[in-house]
Antibody
Framework: EVHLVESGGGLVQPGGSLRLSCAAS????????MHWVRQAPGKGLESVSA????????YYIDSVKGRFTISRDNSKNTLYLQMGSLRVEDMAVYYC???????????WGQGTLVTVSS | DVVVTQSPRSLPVTLGQSASISCRSS???????????FNWFQQRPGQSPRRLIY???KRDSGAPDRFSGSGSDTDFTLQISRVEAEDVGVYYC?????????FGQGTKVEIK
């Protein structure tokens, strides 16, 4: 059974940094591109970043370019999101999502909450 | 970025009746391989999103057959027939053809 478990969220001051992790199990992690999707409190879903199966290609939305870095360690079956220069508007639940081979996300984690506040 | 406009934002329905949610994309969603990567997700209160429909009309194995998707090009619809209490939640459409993948604003389905 596929499992995605995020961790690393917490309270951080504006301008601070945080690293999120997503531990994957139940499938061949190195075969699938992975995504981070966020949801601000009471709001909708927003794609944040994506990474190809072997990590050679990465994608970001404009608002996080230069501040966030997505990476993966296929030997540890783990996806990461290094977040820097955090802003109040980055506050959200961050989900990791497996990309299915059909332009979709077929499995999601339970999410980890990032709170940006002074 | 592709803008996906979803309507209605709120949808009160009577148990056993049908419901329909629409999404319109600002760009055609046919990918270079000929497929259209349009999806529907359900998010129950306090839960992570769960995929119901992919590639416009293909239903996930765990999704009840009362959920169906249709559409093409820029216009798509999710139909829920015979709404049940467990269908309460927020439904999102999402395009996976162009990066960044973009979601509709969500439709909150509630029971009258």
């Amino acid at each position: 059974e596929v499992h995605l478990v995020e961790s690393g969220g917490g309270l951080v001051q504006p301008g601070g940094s945080l690293r999120l992790s997503c531990a994957a199990s139940g499938f061949t992690f190195s075969s699938f591109p992975m995504h981070w999707v966020r949801q601000a409190p009471g709001k909708g879903l927003e794609s944040v970043s994506a990474i190809s199966a072997y990590g050679g290609n990465t994608y970001y939305i404009d608002s996080v370019k230069g501040r966030f870095t997505i990476s993966r360690d296929n030997s540890k079956n783990t996806l990461y999101l290094q977040m820097g220069s955090l802003r109040v508007e980055d506050m959200a639940v961050y989900y990791c999502m497996r990309e299915a081979p059909n332009g979709s996300g077929d499995y999601w984690g339970q999410g980890t909450l990032v709170t940006v506040s002074s | 970025d592709v803008v996906v406009t979803q309507s209605p934002r709120s949808l009160p329905v009577t148990l056993g009746q049908s419901a329909s949610i629409s999404c319109r994309s600002s760009q055609p969603l046919v990918f270079s391989d000929g497929n259209t990567y349009f999806n529907w997700f359900q998010q129950r209160p306090g839960q992570s999103p769960r995929r119901l429909i992919y590639e416009v009309s293909k239903r996930d194995s765990g999704a009840p057959d009362r959920f169906s998707g249709s559409g093409s090009d820029t216009d798509f619809t999710l139909q829920i027939s015979r709404v049940e209490a467990e269908d309460v939640g927020v439904y999102y459409c999402m395009q996976g053809t162009h990066w960044p993948w973009t979601f509709g604003q969500g439709t909150k389905v509630e029971i009258k």
